[in-house]
């Protein structure tokens, strides 16, 4: 198959749209994936909304909580198959990796060799790579710290081992106290992340430069309905609004009853146990995205 052909499946699998649409859409990008995506969701012919086109193959992800539930680490290493990621030699190394990962303060200080857990890492990665035959990569990781009366959650989903899977969270969070009914709500809010997989945790903290792109998609599509300007603009406010419910947490509807924003969860919860509940942070890593 030409190259031509791989990018049309690969574009045709990412957004569902047509074999014509996507082969014009990759001649007016000049066969940058991501600007015919962009292209595509303009025209309105695109059904897929943020799902990335280069995709890695196979791998694991891992979270490992520690010191009392107040550090924690995620990571994704990748394999060539799936056959590689759920055998027991892969899974022990990301066990071993997600534990030695604690000595490194960033995804960056792999660059220093002279470090003794970087080198008993690079060991390890030999190692796993010479029993397998395929080649593993040690992705991205990072790291999360909690203050006075902060509390790291965490989930896996599509488990392969113990906290071991395809996609994983963790979450950060305040709170007054931790009963069991605050670790049951803020579990279930860790399966919410998993699931619906949202890129920021509030609208402040959306990068600008994704709600600018976005809006620029929707007023192209916008634009040639012929409606008065006042129109137009109350029109990109409400789609801008669906917009931020589809990718910013605190905006989402709950994943339990689908009515529901998270920021509406944690108010209501918080008055009526007295028991006030703040979402920190949250990290969440989809393998391949």
Do not use: W
Request: proline share 1%.
């Amino acid at each position: 198959m030409s190259k031509d052909l791989n990018l049309i499946k690969d574009l045709r699998e990412t957004t569902g749209a047509g074999f014509v649409d996507c082969k014009n859409a990759l001649s007016e990008s000049n066969n940058d994936v991501d600007k015919a995506i962009d292209y595509l969701r303009k025209k309105g012919l695109s059904k897929a909304n943020k799902k990335s086109s280069r995709e890695a193959k196979d791998g694991i992800v891992s979270i490992n909580i520690y010191n009392e539930s107040k550090e924690a680490t995620i990571i994704e290493i990748n394999s060539e198959t799936d056959f590689a990621a759920k055998n027991i030699e892969f899974i022990n190394f990301v066990k071993k990796t997600n534990d030695l990962i604690k000595e490194f303060k960033s995804f960056n200080d792999f660059s220093d060799l002279n470090n003794t857990a970087t080198s008993n890492l690079k060991d390890n990665l030999n190692n796993i790579i010479s029993k397998i035959g395929e080649n593993i990569v040690i992705r991205r990781f990072s790291k999360i710290t909690a203050q006075n009366n902060e509390k790291i959650y965490g989930y896996v989903h599509n488990k392969y081992d113990n906290n071991i899977g395809k996609i994983a969270c963790l979450l950060k969070v305040k709170a007054n106290k931790y009963d069991d009914k605050t670790n049951e709500l803020l579990r279930q809010i860790c399966m919410h992340i998993s699931a619906l997989k949202p890129i920021s945790l509030s609208i402040d903290s959306l990068d600008k430069n994704i709600i600018d792109k976005e809006k620029e998609i929707l007023m192209e599509g916008i634009k040639s309905s012929g409606k008065p300007e006042n129109i137009i603009n109350n029109i990109l406010k409400g789609k801008i609004n669906k917009f931020y419910e589809e990718v910013v947490l605190l905006e989402q509807k709950f994943i339990i009853d689908n009515e529901t924003k998270i920021k509406n969860i944690l108010n209501e919860y918080s008055k009526n146990n007295n028991n006030l509940i703040q979402i920190i942070d949250y990290k969440l890593f989809v393998l391949g995205n």
